[in-house]
């Protein structure tokens, strides 16, 4: 069994910052992409930054320049830096992973979200 659990969140004012934490615990052989998401109220959930096993990353164009994605094979962890925070960055933040369980399977992972809301 394969678990994510994030955390890191919180309620911040416009223009400051935030570091989200997702770490991987369970049955893991290997980690494959790594993900952050996130879902404002009343929208569907969006990419936000992903990062491979080589740590090729990806952003989406609302947070370049703003959030870093990283990881730590190590620890199995994948870290969310987010700076100039702004009100349109609330939501439910959620970690993802593709995980290698066992040998030939692989199958992707979410935690449970944890909620960053930016004050204007």
């Known amino acids: 069994q ?11 004012q416009a ?5 989200l934490s997702c770490e991987a615990s369970g049955s893991i052989l290997s980690i494959n992409n ?8 009343g929208k569907q959930r969006e990419l936000v930054a992903t990062i ?18 990283a ?10 830096q987010m700076n100039g925070l702004k009100p349109e960055d609330t939501g439910v ?7 290698m369980w066992r040998v030939g399977a692989w199958n992707t992972y979410w935690g449970q979200g944890t909620q960053v809301t930016v004050s204007s």
């Not at 080589?54 to 959030?67: E, I, L, M, P, Q």
Request: include cysteine; glycine fraction near 14%.
């Open 2 to 12: 394969v678990q994510l659990v994030e955390s890191g969140g919180g309620l911040v």
């Open 15 to 19: 223009g400051g910052s935030l570091r």
């Open 34 to 41: 790594m993900g952050w998401y996130r879902q404002a109220p």
């Open 52 to 69: 491979s096993s080589g740590s090729s990353t990806n952003y989406a164009d609302s947070v370049k320049g703003r959030f870093a994605i």
């Open 71 to 80: 990881r730590d094979n190590a620890k199995n962890t994948a870290y969310l």
């Open 93 to 99: 933040y959620y970690c993802n992973a593709i995980i």
